[in-house]
């Protein structure tokens, strides 16, 4: 099953403009991943957060994550036409297995 | 490319035949997941492996269903009498073990049961 909700479901905006997805979860986390999917193909890893931590940045990419709320964001900074795919997060339970549980994805679309 | 290596990538298979799928996930990674993904969803996990050893299988997995991972390096995934509702993207993934690694996916494998 889901772990929970990408929000927007689907976004468009244009090139150079930022692009923020939000995603909620239910239960206790070890780490939370976002991963970028291109149409039909596999996923490709953005970066992971570990639940101690509160804000993450990589290049273009800054995500955060609020445990007592159980959300996280991730924004994408001056977009470009090649970022136009469908972004997941992930959470890694605190389990043994740390299988990831992942959300129904934020379809991006962006535009020249 | 020493990444996660799926195939066959794409597979059209009459209902009622039986397919498998083979992952080679990336050398040393002692731990191996399957998921399936349908269109407009997140993948959904199957199963992983620690090393040879299945640990967990989802409900998800009938007993249809069939994982190995003989010798701790490559994995099938095989199914038996396919049905129409198997259709999916098949996404093998894998890891070390340890807190907070990073989990690496293949291309997925394309199954259209006809």
């Known amino acids: 099953s889901q772990q929970g909700e990408e929000d927007p479901q689907a976004l468009s905006i244009q090139e150079g403009e930022n692009a923020t997805m939000n995603c909620s979860y239910k239960t206790s986390i070890n780490n939370l991943q976002w991963y970028r999917q291109n149409s039909g193909r596999g996923l490709v890893h953005l970066i992971l957060?570990?639940?101690?931590?509160r804000e993450k940045h990589s290049g273009r990419l800054r995500v955060t994550l609020d445990t007592s709320k159980k959300s996280s964001s991730l924004l994408i900074t001056a977009s470009r036409a090649a970022d136009t795919a469908s972004y997941f997060c992930?959470?890694?339970?605190?389990?043994?297995?740390?299988?990831?549980?992942f959300g129904t994805g934020t379809r991006l679309q962006v535009t020249l | 490319d020493t990444g996660v290596s799926q195939n066959p990538r794409h597979k059209i298979t009459k209902r009622g035949q039986n397919v498998t799928f083979r992952c080679d996930p990336i050398?040393?990674?002692?731990?191996l997941y399957w998921y399936r993904q349908t269109l407009g969803q997140g993948p959904e996990f199957l199963t992983y492996?620690?090393?040879?050893?299945?640990?967990?299988k989802s409900r998800l997995l009938s007993d249809r269903f069939s994982a190995e991972r003989p010798k701790g390096s490559f994995s099938t995934l095989e199914i038996q009498r396919t049905e129409q509702g198997d259709s999916a993207m098949y996404l093998c993934?894998?890891?070390?073990?340890?807190?907070?690694?990073?989990?690496?996916f293949g291309e997925g494998s394309w199954l259209t049961v006809v």
């Open positions: 050398s040393e990674h002692n731990r």
């Open positions: 957060i570990r639940s101690n931590e």
């Open positions: 992930a959470t890694a339970d605190t389990g043994t297995a740390s299988k990831l549980t």
């Open positions: 492996f620690q090393n040879e050893a299945q640990l967990e």
């Open positions: 993934a894998s890891r070390i073990t340890g807190d907070g690694n990073t989990i690496y």
